[in-house]
């Protein structure tokens, strides 16, 4: 039987999920307006979103 996501997991996908969505938003005013500091804060954005599938997996102790 599969593991169960616990809390953390679900909140720090949802977290990912909306983080995603503000990317996609700041991305687009980034164009729009020619603000290279926003395009910084959709890469660091972007990063994070990719740490958290990594920080999500279960430590091998937990059963």
Known sequence: MPPTP???ENRL????AYLEVAVGLVNDAAQVFEAPFLLSITKATSSLIHCIPANTKKSPSSS
Do not use: D, E, R
């Open 6 to 8: 616990n809390a953390t």
């Open 13 to 16: 996908k949802s977290i990912a």
